[in-house]
């Protein structure tokens, strides 16, 4: 059963929509509402608006929205009722006791029960277990025992089904284990433990909950590292290793290490603001949860080819999330690990001091197999440049490179500025171009909520202003559904928009976007509040609503039930008398 009227008005109560998303984001105000870079996809102009008179949020980018409830389900990777639990927890408000059983809550909280024991059964075979290959491992990895129980490091024995007969033993079954990503399905359908002869780091959310595992072989198994596959508590893409500690620093700076061991030792020496992405290459997610945390981040990675283009990769995400991104170039040692253990904290602290920017990395890339004594080579270096220099939006900063390439490189600055800006100016040319390509390349472009939008454009906008006139107006829904039946919708999901609202209100309740957050996913609900966001500039009349009417009674073949727009006004008039 759907959650109490007044529990949800409480709720949102408790938790105003521009203070709640602004923990997470930077907020602008502008007028009575606010705008902000999106965190649900990348971008560098603000499309995301915050409405505080309907407590709701729409991005005009990639069409998430919703209401408070939506957006802590997305940006927490929650269910409906997880959300709902956290935000009333953030209220101090107590959770209705009539609840309808939730399965897939049920078996995230018995995950999270798995996840924790896991933990501690490893830990204990670390410190206290016959094989004592993992302590020797981190002993000479010059790990302190408090940073080893700080981690919650451990150790998974060589034996098939060690930690499976103590999960069993506990009452956890085998399709709960399975689910956890602690024991594993093989070819033959015999089950086993995932990890097995390897140093385990425990993986922890933003609140404390052990969410998965990496494990690093002891032995010559491949491959070297394996980390829990995706579970209904976990998604690599959009976590980072140590950011439950990291999350404290009282700089907004986070250290963008390669791995795990990286991060532990790193932290160990008194960085606490270091973090690691798990077992993937830098994703679009993670870049904009660490722009919650950092508005700069200096990125760590191996000295070798692989860890250059990852840095090289790191550089565009970070950079499209809005965090500005500097290099820490490591001499004398392969990593950070390596590197503290031979020049120690201090030496360390001055390498992230003196970090250089993106732009000089790219800038050194570009020197990369080129004799700069030869003319032809100091020719293509330069033709390099300009594509690099070209991508800095900022103007002074693009003007300070220009002037130092030129005087390194001993030419005019004016030249080297004239092709920069022309390289500007040609790329956006052909982003406009390749833009105008795509819309003409997609011309039959399936909307998947709404498929009719292409072959009924009219019709379709006509629903859309109808649906937005009864949010507006919902005090004239009961009078409004008697001259407009929801079979005059052409659209499936329209339709049930339609019904969804005219049933809420019937049976009392107060119009809000939250009346459709138990019964739409948050894709629905993303076009559900673009209704209202895109009508907002749109004055919805009486006259109005009857032309949209009047549309959908055509393409139906149905008479129409009003006659003038005087006819709508009576007919609402009586409702009011009544």
């Known amino acids: 059963m759907p959650l109490p009227e007044e529990f949800i008005y409480q709720l949102k109560t408790a938790n105003p929509i521009d203070t709640t998303i602004g923990k997470y984001i930077n907020i602008i105000r502008r007028g009575r509402d606010y705008v902000a870079l999106c965190p649900f996809h990348s ?8 409405y505080t008179d309907t407590q709701s949020f729409y991005c005009f980018g990639c ?3 919703g209401d408070i409830i939506t957006f802590t389900k997305q940006i927490e990777n929650l269910n409906y009722i ?27 909280k018995r995950i999270l029960e798995i996840n924790r024991e896991t933990a501690n059964f490893y830990f204990r075979q670390l410190v206290s277990g016959k094989d004592k290959r993992g302590l020797e491992y981190f002993y000479n990895r010059r790990l302190k025992a408090e940073t ?24 956890y079954t085998d399709s709960e284990m399975i689910a956890a990503n602690v024991k594993t399905v093989g070819r033959n359908n015999n089950t086993f433990d995932t990890f097995r002869e390897r140093v ?4 922890v959310d933003l609140r404390g909950n052990i969410i998965a595992f990496g494990g690093r072989t002891l032995g010559d198994a491949v491959p070297k590292y394996i980390n829990t596959g995706d579970t209904p508590v976990f998604k690599k893409s959009r976590n980072l290793f140590s950011l439950n500690f990291a ?5 907004r700076r986070l250290i963008l290490s390669e791995g795990y061991m990286d991060v532990i030792s790193i932290n160990q020496a008194g960085f606490e603001n270091v973090v690691a992405t798990l077992g993937t290459a830098l994703t679009p997610e993670q870049a904009r949860i660490m722009k919650q945390y950092a508005d700069e981040v200096i990125i760590s990675y191996d000295s070798d080819s692989a860890g250059q283009k990852a840095t090289a990769r790191a550089i565009n995400l970070l ?8 290099i820490l170039k490591i001499d004398g040692a392969k990593d950070p690990d390596e590197y503290i253990k031979k020049y120690g904290a201090q030496r360390f602290k001055m390498l992230i001091d003196n970090a250089d920017g993106a732009v000089n990395f790219e800038l050194e890339k570009c020197r990369q197999g080129l004799d700069m004594n030869l003319e032809t080579d100091k020719v293509s270096y330069l033709k390099k440049t300009v594509k690099v220099l070209a991508q800095i939006s900022n103007r002074l900063e693009r003007d300070v490179y220009i002037s130092k390439i030129s005087k390194e490189n001993e030419i005019n600055p004016d030249v080297l500025r004239i092709q920069v800006n022309d390289e500007i100016k040609r790329k956006i040319n052909s982003d406009k171009k390749s833009e105008w390509q795509a819309i003409r390349s997609k011309p039959h472009y399936m909307d998947s909520i709404i498929p009719e939008s292409n072959k009924y454009p009219r019709e379709v906008r006509a629903e859309e202003e109808i649906l937005a006139y009864l949010f507006r107006f919902p005090d004239q829904i009961q009078e409004i559904t008697k001259i407009l039946p929801s079979e005059y919708f052409i659209t499936e999901f329209y339709k049930r928009v339609y019904e969804v609202l005219c049933r809420k209100i019937s049976e009392n309740y107060n119009f809000s976007i939250s ?10 609900m993303g076009k559900i509040t673009g209704i209202d966001a895109k009508c907002k500039e749109i004055l919805l009349t009486q006259k109005n609503l009857k032309d949209c009417i009047d549309i959908l009674s055509d393409f139906n073949n149905k008479p129409k039930n009003i006659s003038s727009d005087d006819d709508l006004i009576n007919i609402i008039k009586s409702k009011r008398r009544k």
């Open 43 to 50: 971008e560098k102009t603000p499309s995301f608006h915050i």
């Open 63 to 65: 069409g998430a929205g």
């Open 82 to 108: 997880e959300a709902v639990r956290l935000l009333a927890q953030r209220g101090s408000l107590d959770m209705p006791e009539d609840q309808m059983y939730d399965k897939t809550a049920e078996l995230k």
């Open 148 to 171: 080893i129980k700080k981690y919650g490091l451990g150790y998974a024995p060589a034996e098939w089904d060690i930690l499976s007969n103590h999960l069993k033993s506990l009452g």
């Open 200 to 203: 385990i780091f425990p993986i």
């Open 247 to 251: 999350k404290n620093s009282p700089v």
């Open 319 to 326: 950079g499209e999330a809005g965090i500005n991104t500097r």
């Open 515 to 524: 009346v459709f957050s138990d019964e739409f996913n948050d894709k629905e």
